[in-house]
């Protein structure tokens, strides 16, 4: 290894280990359900993204058996070549249907979806309107493109309309978007997009709603779009395939021509191998599984609202969230790695979130029950939080 390169590693490691920041990487022993083992050591799981608990389901793993054995393990090749499975074009049909647009694209991630769809639409000539607190995927999607990015303070809809005001009159930009999370996976909370669709009617701004934390979640499944009867009114939904799906993988839902165009112009698409058979044959079934029952759904919200409710009466500040992703807020940076610590000690999986997935100094666990989470492991959950709350004074 350069040797400049070496002393700029190990320097900057010891520093983030040293203001807490340094995130430790946990293998899961077995498959990621209610309750997995890490080190030997079984822990009831509040950090998954597997809101539904379809990763584990046995109906997706039979389908998925099933289209190995008859496609092979892998595509093949780019879906502008021989990549495209009949599997492939099944699937996209399914998401249109799932989120009430015309068309639909997969793509091999829900980040690649921001990263290919953000860049092939919007360029050095345009501007995009983004929410302070949007993932990094958008963020990063926003820089590809060149764009002038203009943030709006979070959920502000005063600033996000004289921002929008500001940038349309200038005569600066070709187009303006605007970008934000459907659900703030962090805190929880719900975007307003009622607002944000008045606000981009009164400028003809492009809206684009990234609804990873949202489909399966809200809107009775369908997402925060169907969730506010808006699906004419998005340009761009985008959601991902392996949290709520529980598979792997993300989309763009739209009109039948901005699908057409990212097919020819989104570099993830064009130069990536296509998703799995095995992968696709399972977010198929698992999609129509939302589409068909709203039974895993209403289990979420259900331990999500207990839950909530626990850790609210134990003092822990759980700030605003709308959804049954549920923070701890802590602040401090070593205490809330401190804190996560313990609880994994004590039996709770639950992970520290710092900076920079959160601002500095609101530094947080983030707690995750799924629709197979029972009452008693949340029961048990909520006795190791009030003991390892009132060991550290955070209660």
Known sequence: MAKI?????NENLQILRDQGLYNEIDAVEGANGPIIQVNGKQLINLSSNNYLGLAT??????????????????SGAVRTINGTLDLHVKLEEKLAEFKGTEAAISYQSGFNCNMAAISAVMDKNDAILSDQLNHASIIDGCRLSKAKIIAYNHSDMEDLRAKAK??????????IMVITD???SMDGDIAKLPEIVGIAKEFDLITYVDDAHGSGVTGKGKGT?????????????????SKAIGVVGGYVAGKKNLIDWLKVRSRPFLFSTAVTPGDVAAITRAVQLIMDSTELHDKLWENGDYLKAGLKKLGFNI????TPITPCIIGDEKLTQQFSKRLVEEGVYAKAIVFPTVPKGTGRVRNMPTAAHTKEMLDNALAIYEKVGRELGVI
């Open 5 to 9: 390169l070496d002393t700029f590693l």
């Open 57 to 74: 389901n046995g109906e997706l793993k039979q389908v998925a058996k099933e289209a190995i054995d008859k496609y092979g393990v892998g």
């Open 166 to 175: 500001e940038a349309k009159e200038s005569g600066l930009y070709n187009k």
């Open 182 to 184: 459907g659900v703030f």
């Open 225 to 241: 779009v169907k969730h506010f009867g808006l699906e004419k009114e998005i340009d761009f939904q985008i959601g991902t395939l």
């Open 319 to 322: 700030g605003a969230s709308e």
